[in-house]
């Protein structure tokens, strides 16, 4: 095995610890409730919590990848999002806990899958990436897949606190692996002294005759000249990173309403019990992991054969959120399992395509010196999805006349964002044409030698 694969199997398990931490309390969520005497939008302000440092610690350690390499990142990461579920062994520990120790938990996992795609993009050179980012992304639908079932057995014989016990001692085993085997890649970008200097105030790298509105549309005509840095303004305000990261967004409200309220939802509404629940939800997430390997594997093809590299990279992935958009609008409207369970495990799971159109769209139009930043301002803005969905839907259901009633207008509220954000993206997410126009080249010079 080569080590660019083996370190990707690594980060693999890695991103399926990480989605297995997030996935734990939409699990436990009924049983804590039950112990806590929590309505549905307090339960929401606790998944909430999560995301209060996410997005803002995946920027600042995002930004640390310019002065620090990716491999000791990650181990840091890992070992205090561990930490972070051990202290809800303890019996005595309460709501307030559970609060404080989901704040550290985001803020630890908030860095974590851009960090981990800046890690693994320095194994390979851009027309290898499609694939290795759809395996990560992979391990976040693996990471619930086996955490659904696996833990809601724990749940039912050990206890909720149980669960959280499990999954900090997994992340430990994993930094152990970590220490031994990773490394960083040779098409690693350099860091400390010999890391370009922050592009964010400068007008060098992109020519003058290029205007700030031009670089702020991907209307502008193309270029190929090279740079190591652009405006970092450029970069975030083009129609390119806009689109992906608004679909992201929408893509990650709809995977958080999946892992906080779908037990609950099929508890409550549909009247299962936690072990069936835990079944379907770890089903859908394969589901969804299916969904991106298939997608990386074509991507993957298609580049190497060479097809039209100029056809909107987000015009695919945005009619397939279209497509999901409809299927939760059906789904959250219908009575019937015999159509829900299809609508869960197949047609809502395309939506996820988004997160590696935009990963990799965004990772194509930044110079690998600013990857990891550009990766961390992505990771900023879907991660707000996570932490508004939980709040809005449990508020949404507490105040409406029937518990059915509100969850049915939550599923109708994600349809139309999906709607929305997948229309956008399949007209102005072109990561192609952007990063001609701002000088970023596909393989820098120095970075020529495919790696295999």
């Given at each position: 095995?080569?080590?660019?694969?083996?370190?990707?199997?690594?980060?693999?398990?890695?991103?399926?610890?990480?989605?297995?931490?997030?996935?734990?309390?939409?699990?436990?969520?009924?049983?804590?409730?039950?112990?806590?005497?929590?309505?549905?939008?307090?339960?929401?302000?606790?998944?909430?919590?999560?995301?209060?440092?996410?997005?803002?610690?995946?920027?600042?350690?995002?930004?640390?990848?310019?002065?620090?390499?990716?491999?000791?990142?990650?181990?840091?990461?890992?070992?205090?999002?561990?930490?972070?579920?051990?202290?809800?062994?303890?019996?005595?520990?309460?709501?307030?806990?559970?609060?404080?120790?989901?704040?550290?938990?985001?803020?630890?996992?908030?860095?974590?899958?851009?960090?981990?795609?800046?890690?693994?993009?320095?194994?390979?050179?851009?027309?290898?990436?499609?694939?290795?980012?759809?395996?990560?992304?992979?391990?976040?639908?693996?990471?619930?897949?086996?955490?659904?079932?696996?833990?809601?057995?724990?749940?039912?014989?050990?206890?909720?606190?149980?669960?959280?016990?499990?999954?900090?001692?997994?992340?430990?085993?994993?930094?152990?692996?970590?220490?031994?085997?990773?490394?960083?890649?040779?098409?690693?970008?350099?860091?400390?002294?010999?890391?370009?200097?922050?592009?964010?105030?400068?007008?060098?790298?992109?020519?003058?005759?290029?205007?700030?509105?031009?670089?702020?549309?991907?209307?502008?005509?193309?270029?190929?000249?090279?740079?190591?840095?652009?405006?970092?303004?450029?970069?975030?305000?083009?129609?390119?990173?806009?689109?992906?990261?608004?679909?992201?967004?929408?893509?990650?409200?709809?995977?958080?309403?999946?892992?906080?309220?779908?037990?609950?939802?099929?508890?409550?509404?549909?009247?299962?019990?936690?072990?069936?629940?835990?079944?379907?939800?770890?089903?859908?997430?394969?589901?969804?992991?299916?969904?991106?390997?298939?997608?990386?594997?074509?991507?993957?093809?298609?580049?190497?054969?060479?097809?039209?590299?100029?056809?909107?990279?987000?015009?695919?992935?945005?009619?397939?959120?279209?497509?999901?958009?409809?299927?939760?609008?059906?789904?959250?409207?219908?009575?019937?399992?015999?159509?829900?369970?299809?609508?869960?495990?197949?047609?809502?799971?395309?939506?996820?395509?988004?997160?590696a159109v935009a990963t990799t769209a965004c990772a194509r139009i930044a110079p690998p010196a600013q990857r990891g930043v550009v990766l961390g301002v992505l990771t900023?803005?879907?991660?707000?999805?996570?932490?508004?969905?939980?709040?809005?839907?449990?508020?949404?259901?507490?105040?409406?006349?029937?518990?059915?009633?509100?969850?049915?207008?939550?599923?109708?509220?994600?349809?139309?964002?999906?709607?929305?954000?997948?229309?956008?993206?399949?007209?102005?997410?072109?990561?192609?044409?952007?990063?001609?126009?701002?000088?970023?080249?596909?393989?820098?010079?120095?970075?020529?030698?495919?790696?295999?």
């Amino acid at each position: 095995m080569s080590a660019a694969w083996r370190t990707t199997w690594l980060l693999l398990a890695f991103m399926v610890v990480n989605f297995a931490d997030k996935a734990v309390l939409g699990l436990a969520g009924p049983e804590i409730r039950a112990d806590f005497d929590l309505t549905r939008q307090e339960f929401g302000t606790a998944q909430s919590a999560f995301f209060a440092l996410f997005s803002v610690a995946a920027l600042g350690v995002s930004l640390l990848t310019r002065r620090v390499r990716t491999t000791p990142l990650l181990l840091v990461l890992v070992l205090l999002w561990s930490a972070a579920q051990l202290p809800m062994l303890w019996s005595a520990a309460g709501f307030g806990t559970l609060l404080a120790t989901r704040v550290l938990l985001g803020a630890a996992e908030g860095p974590s899958a851009p960090v981990a795609m800046h890690h693994v993009h320095g194994w390979f050179p851009q027309r290898e990436r499609a694939l290795p980012t759809a395996v990560l992304l992979f391990g976040a639908a693996a990471g619930v897949a086996v955490a659904a079932p696996v833990l809601s057995w724990v749940i039912t014989q050990w206890g909720w606190r149980w669960s959280f016990g499990v999954v900090g001692l997994v992340g430990l085993v994993w930094a152990a692996a970590w220490l031994i085997w990773g490394s960083e890649g040779p098409l690693a970008p350099p860091v400390g002294k010999k890391a370009p200097a922050p592009a964010a105030g400068e007008r060098s790298a992109v020519p003058d005759s290029v205007s700030p509105r031009a670089m702020a549309s991907d209307s502008a005509s193309p270029r190929a000249a090279a740079s190591d840095s652009v405006p970092l303004r450029a970069i975030l305000l083009s129609g390119t990173f806009a689109t992906a990261a608004f679909g992201a967004f929408a893509a990650y409200w709809l995977m958080s309403t999946l892992l906080t309220w779908t037990p609950d939802y099929l508890e409550s509404v549909v009247g299962w019990d936690l072990n069936r629940a835990g079944t379907l939800v770890g089903v859908g997430a394969l589901a969804n992991g299916a969904v991106l390997l298939v997608h990386g594997l074509i991507a993957q093809r298609s580049a190497r054969r060479g097809a039209d590299r100029r056809l909107p990279a987000g015009a695919g992935a945005g009619l397939l959120m279209v497509v999901s958009g409809c299927a939760v609008a059906l789904f959250g409207t219908v009575d019937s399992m015999w159509l829900k369970v299809p609508l869960l495990i197949g047609p809502i799971t395309l939506a996820m395509v988004m997160f590696a159109v935009a990963t990799t769209a965004c990772a194509r139009i930044a110079p690998p010196a600013q990857r990891g930043v550009v990766l961390g301002v992505l990771t900023f803005v879907y991660a707000l999805g996570g932490i508004l969905s939980p709040l809005v839907l449990g508020g949404m259901v507490d105040r409406a006349a029937t518990v059915d009633t509100g969850y049915e207008q939550g599923w109708l509220l994600t349809a139309g964002l999906l709607l929305t954000a997948g229309a956008l993206a399949a007209l102005f997410c072109r990561p192609e044409t952007t990063a001609d126009r701002l000088g970023v080249p596909e393989v820098p010079a120095a970075q020529a030698p495919l790696v295999h």
